[in-house]
């Protein structure tokens, strides 16, 4: 499929802190309350944004990761995402030009927006300027030809007065604005050690709060102008991505010889029995959508369970996904479910595939702030002061359900918790920077560490972790 018709664009910013997340879910909710089919992106690894995007637009929000999963499967990933829409949204992540350490423009808005070949709109907190904003709007204007700056936002505005010394000011600039949002304490969400509460735990709150950001944009911003800014998009001429053409193409690994790959089931059909569950609920939180579908496709049925809740892991469970989230902060009734950790325990000593992510590094783990949680693991966690941030270059360490050892991914690291120790007797993963450590667990089926991973990006692992659910 080309993809050259969808109208796009991409929400960038001076700095964090700026206003990204109120303007793009503003947006996106303006533009489906316009009867418009709106898909919605964030740029980076990011998983909270993504919850308050979906609840913008009743779509999945997706991220567009260059590090992650590559330059080239930006445009593919967002094709996929963009399925069927009339107009997309994609917010940008820290300052316009910031991305990985060390790797230039690599995962940065400014780079996604030009694999996008998409109009950039610049939201500027304008709380402590007047006509210094023109000179800030003009630099990053400017400092990369590539980039289409097509608008301005202007966020936290003062007053009338204020509004008008910044569009007199800008009026020199060359770039027309394109929306003045005032203060609203409403549209502020909470935010704690890791950054905003996740939309799963906040409820009708999170609901009220994106509503709030829809009519504020919807009565700040020319939504007319902003509409044929993103119509002007260039053409992408990339094919959509797709979880099973992926998995097709996929090079077999050594464990396994070539020939015949395992077909997905065809569309409609049960797979063979075979569940893989998958943890949710508002400790879990954290995962990106194509995992699920390429588990869909290498034949398995996806099924989420809730660990604050459900007492039993899914009927026919044969592997156990646990993604990211905030175990820390349910830790008591995490502890509290001994049915269900229990449960977790004995699927791991039975040899079947645990991937565990971060948060489910934490679950799996001897106890968590003191508080037992599945013993799976012998190591304790507890929280810290220091955050740990910052994408990894990553080697497989042992041969496990996700890869055979050797097998190079990138991944990301974001929290404020330290295991103890940090790595079993067969460690997960190699980190090559920022510096050289071994980290993580691989024991019988179990893969557990502090490296989020876009399946994406190697959708070999999701064939590999079900093949071994079929054989364990």
């Known amino acids: 499929m080309v993809t050259g018709s969808v109208p796009r664009l ?36 990011d998983y909270i944004d993504p919850g308050y995007h979906a609840l913008a637009t009743g779509r999945v929000g997706r991220n567009l990761d260059a590090y992650l999963c590559g330059p080239e499967l930006v445009g593919p990933l967002f094709a996929h995402g963009a399925r069927g829409c009339d107009l997309a949204v994609v917010e940008g992540v820290m300052g316009m030009f910031d991305g990985a350490a060390g790797e230039g ?12 070949r998409a109009p950039v709109v610049l939201v ?49 600039a060359g770039v027309p604005v394109l929306g003045v949002l005032r203060r609203a304490a409403q549209v502020e969400t909470p935010s704690r050690h890791l950054g905003l ?14 509503a709030a950001m829809g009519a504020q944009v919807a009565a700040g911003c020319d939504l007319d102008a902003l509409s044929a800014l993103a119509r ?3 053409a992408l001429s990339c094919a959509a991505w797709d979880a099973a053409e992926a998995l097709g193409a996929a090079p077999p690994g050594p464990h396994r010889p070539e020939g015949p790959r395992p077909q997905a089931p065809p569309e409609g059909v049960p797979p063979d029995g075979l569940v893989v569950a998958v943890a949710g609920g508002s400790a879990f939180t954290f995962s990106y959508a194509e995992h699920a579908e390429l588990l869909t496709a290498a034949g398995a049925e996806v099924v989420t369970f809730d660990p604050l809740r459900d007492e039993q892991l899914p009927d026919g469970t044969g592997g156990l996904v646990i993604g990211g ?17 229990k449960a ?36 304790t966690a507890r929280m810290s002061e220091r955050l740990t941030l910052g994408y990894r270059d990553a080697v497989a360490v042992s041969d496990s359900a996700l890869a055979v050892a050797g097998t190079r991914m990138r991944g990301h ?22 510096e050289r450590r071994v980290e993580g667990f691989v024991q019988q089926g179990v893969h557990a560490s502090y490296l989020h991973t876009h399946w994406a990006s190697r959708p070999g692992v999701a064939r590999r972790f079900v093949e071994r659910c079929r054989t364990s």
């Not at 309350?33 to 740029?43: D, E, I, N, T, W």
């Not at 989230?325 to 950790?341: D, T």
Request: net charge negative; hydrophobic share 50%.
């Open 10 to 45: 991409v929400i960038a910013a001076p700095s964090s802190g700026s206003g990204k997340t109120t303007v793009a879910t503003g947006l996106m909710a303006a533009f489906a309350a316009r009867g418009l089919a709106v898909s919605p992106h964030k740029v980076g690894p």
């Open 105 to 116: 423009e690599l995962a940065s808005t400014a780079h996604v927006a030009k694999l996008l």
């Open 124 to 172: 500027v907190d304008a709380s402590s300027q007047s006509r210094s904003v023109a000179a800030l709007v003009h630099g990053f204007a400017s400092w990369d030809p590539e980039v289409r700056v097509g608008g301005v936002i202007l966020n936290k505005v003062a007053s009338d007065r204020h509004e008008a010394l910044l569009r007199e000011a800008l009026d020199s």
């Open 197 to 210: 509460v996740p939309v799963a735990e906040r409820g009708a709150a999170a609901v009220e709060a994106v």
């Open 232 to 234: 002007g998009a260039g």
């Open 325 to 341: 989230g905030f175990p820390e902060v349910y830790a008591a009734e995490l502890s509290a479910n001994e049915p269900l950790r």
């Open 344 to 379: 977790v325990a004995d699927l791991a000593v039975s040899g079947a595939p645990v991937a565990a992510e971060c948060a489910g590094l934490l679950y799996l783990s001897r106890e968590l702030d003191g508080l037992p949680m599945c013993g799976v693991l012998d190591a």
């Open 413 to 434: 690291e974001f929290h404020r918790t330290v295991v103890e120790p940090g790595a079993g007797a067969a460690p997960a993963w190699g980190v090559r920077a920022p």
